[in-house]
């Protein structure tokens, strides 16, 4: 093929005498974008992304991937609205990164969850050092969700109001909420947050560190939250949505995510995928692509077998800003887009089992 002509088809171009024609369809086929989220608005969901610091970010690909509305609806600030960012000191708050997140994926279109209110981890010094009696801290965490709720009152479309209160064995976490507030730090922080911003859905979100049992499918942990939450419900505490995180590893998915699902569904909540990566060991191959993208697939057609799935959300763009090398050093490439912002094989079959999605969700676009 003379180089023009070759050049010209690889970018889906077609030569008219001396005139060069751009086919609209064929481009798109030669840019390799689906639009995720357009596939799963179509089918009453959305998909979402995570990012972290993008005002400093200067990665053009990612910042248009990140920010287009029609791969990622929903976007989560992976660490600005935590503890340690936004009251590094006992009553000094501060939302300049979460206010900048949320002003970018506004301004896209995009909606926001809110990520996250009590968590035993990233809590900056004063509050982890200090000693605390049960009615101070109690206070100290009203205080915090009252500021940071009220700050993004009618902003976003929900919050991790408790992120990670169980051990893998489906006992207490010990936390500072745990041991001196005890277990009802959990209704108290969902009443509270459901006082300053009423139309937020609350949620409490889990993992599972290790390969099995794990809280995506039925186990000692998800029935831990399986009973917290018919609890919850019971005493009538606002609480809307389960999330399942969703850290995976390639070719070692719980084969109940779909059982477990309906359990939670079947008591009238929500649930989404918050943090989807399928990490594999370093160096990435062929076959491991394959069997992540057929994980993938796995996963999205759990959160699409149930009208109860509003969405997914996977933790961060591409490869490269995964926060799996820096915790796990001989595994990674765990996201749908590679380091140079190409989309895998498993983007792809997040495409197709989007498309072939029989069951229509109920997420409405937010704002
Ligand atoms: O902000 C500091 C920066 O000032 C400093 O120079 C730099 C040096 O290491 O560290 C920066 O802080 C890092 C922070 O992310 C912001 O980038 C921390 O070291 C790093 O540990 C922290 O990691 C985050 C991790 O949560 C903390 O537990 C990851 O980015 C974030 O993806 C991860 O997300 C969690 C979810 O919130 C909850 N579920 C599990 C998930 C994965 O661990």
């Given amino acids: 093929m003379a180089p023009l002509v070759q050049i010209a088809a690889t970018l889906g171009l077609t030569l008219a005498g001396t005139f060069i024609t751009v086919d609209a369809a064929a481009v ?77 994926a506004h301004k896209n279109g995009q909606a926001v969850r809110g990520h996250n209110f009590v968590w035993h981890s990233q809590l900056p010094d004063w509050l982890n050092n200090g000693t605390w009696d049960k009615k101070t801290l109690l206070s100290i965490m009203n205080t915090h969700i009252g500021h940071l709720g009220g700050h993004y009152r009618g902003k976003l479309y929900c919050w991790d109001v408790v992120n990670e209160p169980f051990n893998d064995d489906g006992t207490w976490r010990s936390t500072i909420w745990h041991d001196i507030i005890g277990p009802e730090f959990i209704p108290l922080a969902l009443k509270k947050a459901h006082e300053i911003d009423p139309k937020a859905k609350l949620y409490v979100n889990d993992y599972n560190a290790r390969r099995f049992p794990s809280v995506e499918g039925l186990s000692v942990k998800s029935d831990a939250h399986y009973n917290l939450a018919k609890s919850l419900l019971k005493q009538h505490v606002p609480y809307h949505g389960f999330g399942i995180q969703g850290h995976l590893v390639v070719g070692q ?86 380091n140079d912002k190409n989309p895998k094989p498993a983007y792809y079959a997040v495409a197709d089992a989007l498309k072939a999605a029989k069951v229509h969700g109920h997420f409405n676009s937010w704002p």
């Fill in 28 to 104: 798109e086929r030669a840019t390799g974008l689906k639009g995720l989220n357009s596939l799963a608005k179509a089918k009453g969901r959305y998909f979402g992304t995570a990012v972290d610091a993008i005002w400093q970010n200067t990665d053009t690909k990612y910042l248009k991937i990140s920010g287009d509305f029609k791969e990622f609806g929903m976007i989560t600030p992976e660490n600005e609205m935590k503890w340690y960012a936004t009251e590094p000191t006992r009553g000094q708050f501060n939302f300049t990164g979460g206010d900048y997140i949320v002003h970018w």
């Fill in 253 to 338: 998915l719980p084969t109940t995510i779909p059982q477990n699902i309906a359990r939670f569904a079947a008591l009238g909540l929500e649930v989404a995928f918050t943090e989807v990566d399928i990490r594999m060991d370093l160096p990435d191959n062929a076959k491991n692509q394959t069997i992540q993208a057929n994980d993938y697939k796995t996963v999205v057609n759990a959160c699409v077998g149930s009208k109860a799935c509003v969405g997914i959300t996977v933790w961060e763009t591409s490869d490269d800003y995964s926060w799996i090398p820096g915790v796990f050093p001989t595994q990674g490439d765990a996201l749908l887009f590679d």
